[in-house]
């Protein structure tokens, strides 16, 4: 006689009054008692652009391109016939463009009101979200206006940030999400968008965002990292704006500021390794609250999956569930027609 056959006579019928693998069994079982869903509705795409004419993959973020203005309106349509109706839209602007000011950021006639007219034009439905942040503007690669002595100045940035709200408004922008992290910034362009007649746009705040490396892809598809132009002291890292990784309260704090100012939606970012922010704003907060699956998250599922490390399906699914589990009911994700194209 066998171990095996030894073994299954020896197993006894456990009286159990809950096994909980009965719940899990079959397919239409699993189905029926799933507690977290995904849904194309909740997602939004963010896409590159840039004013050449060409579509151009991007190296740091592959299955990722910075489109021609012709090339971006025909992949919303895409996304919109498969159910992805959000979208955000980050410029590349060229280097002759770009100031110690980020003027550009509030030129009318400019790469992002283009962007927001056409896909406005072609896909009305299709609800248009903008960035607000000098970044790509700003010769020096941050979020604000760099002082000579290197600091980066809260209250002139906070103007020229309300100047490129106004200006995404005037183009058609539905929402306007400040990334830029200044203090005070929701609030002054909530004033000065009802001051101009905008009451119905909307502001998506990054309340928490976290000077994380997981951006490193994003700032190579923007060429944007902080970078030295002249003699001024340049910080390398956003330390001085964004939040330390290591902060819950912190967050916290800014959720109340930007309610009192009047955000209408608070994000989170990046999304994966900040799972527990998540659950704490949703906990705190009656706003719906967003999370950004960043560039790095994106690119490391990707590398791994282009390895044949992981199962690229699999592994975004779970991630995506896990941001929706976590508390998100919006998810900002590269993935997001791929998504929508599995759900089908
Ligand atoms: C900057 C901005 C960044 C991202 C969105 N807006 C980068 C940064 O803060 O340096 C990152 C998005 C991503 O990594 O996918 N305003």
Not at 84 to 104: A, C, S, W, Y
Not at 125 to 154: F, K, Q, R, W
Not at 225 to 246: C, N
Request: charged share 25%; proline share 6%; glycine share 6%.
């Amino acid at each position: 006689m066998s171990d095996d056959a030894d073994f299954e006579e020896l197993a006894p019928t456990l009286e159990l009054p809950s096994r909980p693998r009965r719940n899990r069994r079959t397919p239409a079982l699993r189905n029926m008692v799933r507690e977290t869903r995904l849904d194309p509705a909740q997602l939004v795409y963010p896409l590159f652009v840039h004013s050449d004419a060409e579509d151009t993959p991007i190296s740091s973020m592959p299955g990722q391109t910075r489109w021609s203005l012709k090339g971006l309106v025909k992949e919303v349509k895409r996304a919109a016939k498969l159910g992805i109706d959000k979208v955000v839209v980050f410029p590349k602007i060229d280097d002759k463009l770009k100031n110690e000011t980020g003027t550009e950021a509030a030129n009318g006639k400019g790469l992002i009101p283009e962007v927001i007219r056409r896909i406005k034009a072609a896909c009305p439905d299709t609800c248009v979200i903008t960035d607000i942040a000098l970044d790509p503007y700003n010769i020096d690669g941050h979020d604000g206006i760099v002082s000579d002595e290197g600091v980066i100045l809260n209250d002139e940035t906070i103007a020229m940030l309300c100047e490129q709200a106004i200006t995404h408004a005037q183009a058609g922008a539905d929402i306007v999400a400040p990334s830029d992290m200044m203090d005070g910034r929701v609030g002054a362009i909530r004033q000065v968008l009802d001051d101009v007649g905008f009451t119905d746009v909307s502001i998506m705040s990054y309340t928490a965002k976290y000077a994380s490396a997981f951006y490193g892809p994003f700032r190579g598809a923007l060429d944007s990292a902080p970078k030295a132009s002249g003699s001024k002291p340049i910080p390398k890292d956003k330390q001085t704006y964004q939040m330390d990784p290591a902060n819950v309260r912190e967050a916290l704090r800014e959720l109340e500021l930007d309610e009192s100012e009047g955000a209408d939606i608070v994000l989170v970012k990046p999304a994966g390794p900040y799972l527990d922010i998540i659950r704490t704003l949703r906990d705190a907060t009656h706003l719906p609250v967003a999370a950004y699956q960043v560039s790095g998250e994106y690119l490391m599922i990707k590398s791994a999956a282009k390895a044949g490390w992981l199962e690229e399906r699999a592994a975004v699914m779970e991630t995506l569930i896990g941001i929706r589990r976590a508390g998100a009911d919006i998810i900002l994700t590269y993935f997001a027609p791929q998504v929508a194209e599995w759900l089908e």
